[in-house]
């Protein structure tokens, strides 16, 4: 009956585990500053698997949030440095660029009733392609708000830092739960990856849920993009490759369906959390490749895809049963 | 009070009018049924009704004033709620969420938990349903989950409940259970419209009765001044003789010793226990309603759904296929219904489509030879008379009595010694269906078994050695040759 919260226990169990052999390991890792560190560290990450956890509650995917980052790196570079606006200014730009280009995404895949896999993967090289066509360089940072940005924060005992990127993190966390919990959208997003024909008869505006889910998966890849720009002063076309395969795997390993209809936000932080524990591991340990964490992310993921199964295999049955029944 | 009218309603489709005039009335606190065979234009009706479907022609009063109907969310939140049979609401949700989605009660701009959990439970206590809200919906029987999409409805402040077959997964004590509900509702002066296959139920249930058939309507019958005769009738489209019933003219022919036989064969959910004989070279035909039992019939003897209960023999041993593969390794082959989803491979070409199944027969260990595939292709559409250029025309391009005779083909390929014909007249153009009721014939003077399910009467009375017929997912009845007709095959599916 709880099975709805076994794979977030499952997935939180983990981490400790993971945190407590670490630990108990090597001197230095069992404290609140690589705890800290862990949230800062994957804060840009965190963001944008956030986005795309609704994403694939919803039963959608979205390929182009690693693009989305390059683009908006380029483009908070351009803006700030050849064109002399204030980050506060551009942040705003990007942002709703981000949430735009998502928008669109969202009305081809719902009006042409296009795969999101097709149009997201065009949504990605298209991304990337606009980001090497302003500067194929990366284009440097440097600007006072960005020093100011990069000593805000809080300390914590233990020789912790709570930065900006953290607290960035912390209040987009809360906001999606809101959104996922509270919100009549959050209901129609879980309801869209349930049964998408069975949300429209029960008058859920598919239209709009659609290009809402991949707006706010666009608007926090932006956000996502200038939490990055926060750790590298920069803007770089080729920044962050892959960041949407990492997405993905972190709000599987977070223990949302990849058919949709179900799924935690607060998985995909633990999720993220999990990968950068086993990063972490690996530089402490220092005589291993930092690969290995590719490959212990690639077992964790077949682990927990293997996992899902043998929860849903019962639901599934179930469901298959009533088919046979109401087809009589 | 008449709730809810529709009338001269007009719905056109490429090459089919599935509405053709329609008129509709509703009343204040009845039960409606709305009655009719397989493309009838009952769920063409209700989709008009319903808001899913623009009808081409025609008007809609509602509470004395003209509707106009823009999508099904309009209808919802005018009071017209549906409950269709597959259950549409979302089973990963918990059934609270189901009740109030799109609808939840806020506070402080945020979602009420806790109203809504006091609230379904108060709303499903009126349906005597006591279960925790807050679970997923998957976690409950079909039943249930029936009557929560039903209170869905009615607490939307539905005058109109439309229910499209709910009763077609339930068992007798559920049906019982949701027929209370609806007395209830009825007198609350909720109007119901009531979509089964199944007679007894509506009679037990409904005031009135409308009748569609092939689009048009038949008539508006008051359920009680209307025999059940009388409405078999209406609905296959027959009027029944008023003199005895006149005995069938032809010979019993010798019967061959029992090819299959089905000894309280049952399927869980879809097939009360049934015995079935066919004979070699014999054509059994199966008589019934939609709905009645007759496609899960073919289907338990073809291994593609799970016999639960009983005894199938074949060629004397007993057997239980585990999958239509083995059913074709032992000898039988099945074509089914709906032959767009189930039977042709739309982009592939005849001859593909014929080699298939004998292809599959041999596995892909034993590749045919292109040349073989061609001699077998021609020579099929040389005997069975398909109308095509060549060989290579991909099978979407031929017409309904084309694509029927390929599939026929495919399975004549492998030889059957008990073919099962689902429909196999349905859309064909009556070139096509004559030649295919010849070919029965044929096949049986050859000796090879068939069974056929027809919703045709005068096709079953063509063809048929005897004629079982099924109603409420048994067979109630068995015809021996010498006494088909088509009265008497009415005559046992209306029975009470």
């Known amino acids: 009956m709880q099975s709805r919260y076994t794979t977030l226990t499952v997935t939180a169990g983990l981490f400790m585990l993971l945190f407590l052999a670490g630990s108990l390991q090597f001197d230095g890792f069992g404290s609140t500053r690589v705890f800290a560190n862990l949230f800062s560290d994957n804060a840009f990450l965190a963001i944008t698997a956030i986005g795309m956890t609704f994403v694939i509650i919803s039963g959608g995917i979205d390929l182009s949030v690693g693009s989305v980052i390059a683009l908006t790196g380029v483009a908070c570079g351009l803006l700030i440095g050849q064109y002399g606006l204030h980050p506060l200014q551009v942040f705003p730009i990007v942002l709703i660029g981000g949430a735009l280009f998502g928008a669109g995404m969202g009305a081809l895949i719902h009006y042409y009733k296009l795969q999101p896999f097709i149009v997201t993967l065009a949504g990605m090289f298209l991304a990337r392609g606009l980001a090497t066509t302003l500067s194929e360089e990366s284009v440097p940072i440097d600007h006072p708000f960005y020093d100011a940005v990069a000593d805000f924060g809080i300390q914590l005992p233990g020789n912790a830092w709570v930065g900006a990127s953290t607290l960035i993190l912390l209040a987009v966390l809360v906001a999606a739960i809101v959104l996922a919990h509270f919100s009549r959208l959050g209901g129609y997003i879980y309801a869209l990856g349930g049964n998408a024909q069975s949300a429209q008869l029960m008058g859920v505006p598919v239209a709009r849920t659609t290009i809402a889910i991949y707006a706010i ?56 959390l999990i990968m950068g524990v086993i990063q972490t591991y690996i530089s402490f340990d220092g005589t291993l490749n930092s690969w290995w964490t590719k490959i212990v992310i690639g077992l964790l993921l077949f682990a927990f895809i293997a996992l899902q199964k043998l929860l849903t295999g019962k639901r599934l049955l179930s469901a298959n049963g009533t088919r046979e029944f109401s087809h009589a | ?66 509707l106009k109907l823009k999508s099904t969310a309009h209808a919802q939140s005018v009071g017209i709620s549906t409950v269709y049979q597959e259950v549409n609401l979302l089973s990963n949700l918990s059934v609270a969420q189901n009740l109030y989605l799109g609808r939840e ?60 077959e709910p009763t077609a997964s339930l068992d007798a004590g559920e049906v019982e259970q949701l027929f209370g509900v609806l007395r209830e509702l009825k007198s609350k002066g909720i109007g119901i419209v009531f979509i089964t296959h199944f007679l007894d139920q509506v009679y037990s ?124 390794a032992a000898g039988l082959a099945l074509c089914p219904e709906d032959r767009k989803t189930s039977g042709i491979v739309g982009p592939l070409s005849i001859r593909e489509n014929i080699a298939l199944a004998l292809q599959a027969r041999r596995g892909w260990w ?69 030649e295919i009721l010849k070919l029965i014939k044929k096949l049986c003077s050859q000796g090879m078994s068939l069974l056929v399910t027809s919703s045709e009467l005068e096709e079953l009375v063509a063809f048929s050695d005897r004629v ?8 109630v009845a068995e015809i021996e040759a010498g006494d088909i007709s088509e009265d008497t095959i009415m005559r046992a599916i209306a029975e009470a």
Not at chain 2, 247 to 271: I, K, N
Not at chain 2, 468 to 475: I, Q
Request: charged content about 25%.
């Open chain 2, 468 to 475: 079982a017929v099924m109603r409420d997912r048994r067979k």
């Open chain 2, 205 to 328: 249930v409904s005031d009135r009765i409308t009748v569609l058939r092939n689009g048009t309507l038949v008539g508006e019958f008051e359920t009680a001044q209307l025999p059940r005769k009388a409405l078999v009738g209406h609905m296959l489209g027959k009027e029944l003789q008023e003199a005895a019933h006149r005995s069938g003219t032809r010979e019993a022919r010798a019967a061959g010793e029992a090819l299959l036989e089905a000894a309280d064969v049952s399927v869980q959910g879809s097939l009360q226990p049934t015995s079935l004989t066919v004979n070699r070279g014999e054509a059994v035909g199966l008589a019934g309603l939609l709905g009645s039992g007759r496609t899960e019939v073919c289907k338990a003897v073809f291994g593609v759904d799970k016999v639960s209960s009983g005894k199938l023999t074949f060629k004397g041993s007993e057997r239980r296929f585990r999958q239509p593969a083995d059913a074709i």
């Open chain 1, 217 to 272: 998966s666009g608007f926090l890849s932006a956000l996502g993009g200038i939490v990055y720009s926060f750790y590298t002063f920069s803007g770089y076309s080729l920044a962050a490759v892959g960041t949407e395969l990492d997405a993905i795997a972190a709000v599987v390993i977070g223990g949302t369906l990849l058919t949709g209809g179900s799924g935690y936000v607060v998985g995909t932080l633990i999720g993220v």
């Open chain 2, 366 to 434: 034993h590749p045919m030879s292109r040349a073989e595939q061609q001699r077998l292709a021609e020579r099929f559409i040389e005997e069975l008379q398909i109308a095509t250029p060549d060989a290579d025309k991909p099978i979407e391009q031929l017409s309904g009595g084309n694509q029927q005779k390929v599939i026929l083909a495919r399975w004549l390929a492998t030889e059957p010694e008990l073919l099962v014909l689902d429909e196999p007249t349905r859309g064909v153009d009556i070139g096509a269906h004559a």
């Open chain 2, 105 to 164: 009660p806020k506070k402080f701009g945020l979602i009420d938990w806790k109203r809504i959990h006091r609230q379904s439970r108060a709303v499903l206590e009126r349906f005597a349903l006591d279960i925790d809200v807050t679970q997923p919906l998957s976690n409950y029987s079909v039943a249930v989950q029936q009557l929560v999409a039903i209170a869905r409805g009615v607490d939307m402040s539905a005058k109109v409940l439309v229910l499209d």
């Open chain 2, 1 to 66: 009070m008449t709730l809810l009218s529709l009338s001269k309603v007009e719905k056109r489709y490429p090459g089919v009018k599935a509405l053709d005039g329609v008129d509709f009335h509703l009343r204040e606190g009845e039960v409606h049924a709305l009655l009719g065979e397989n493309g009838a234009g009952k769920s063409t009706l209700v989709k008009v009704m319903t808001g899913a479907l623009d009808g081409d022609a025609g008007t809609m009063t509602y509470l004395g004033k003209p």
